[in-house]
């Protein structure tokens, strides 16, 4: 897989709902000091967007499997990102 310059990951996953969401908020938050991160429940995937550091990424993959949710990081392409950088302004 290709380095990630920006420290930007995203991935698909089994979180279903808002309660899901709610549910993990205060370890995301715990997790995720020095970055951001959000869900799309819109999208099929129910994507997680996140942006950190590596280590943090791996702790936030590990955090969701303990609690029971499928994680799975999803490959994106340059013109994609420039894409997500629009739509999250």
């Known amino acids: 897989m290709k380095e990630n310059p ?3 990951y ?7 709902n808002s ?6 908020t205060p370890y995301l938050n715990s997790i995720v000091i020095l970055g951001s991160w959000s869900f799309d429940l819109e999208d099929c995937d ?3 967007c996140l942006t950190c550091d590596e280590s943090t990424k791996l702790k936030v ?3 969701l499997r ?4 499928v994680v799975e990081e999803l490959n994106y392409n340059e013109d994609e990102l420039l894409m997500l950088s629009f739509n999250t302004k």
């Open 61 to 63: 993959k590990r955090l």
């Open 6 to 8: 920006n420290n930007f």
């Open 46 to 48: 129910n994507v997680l």
């Open 19 to 24: 309660y899901d969401i709610y549910e993990l």
């Open 10 to 16: 995203l991935f698909k996953t089994s979180v279903q």
């Open 66 to 69: 303990v609690k029971g949710f």
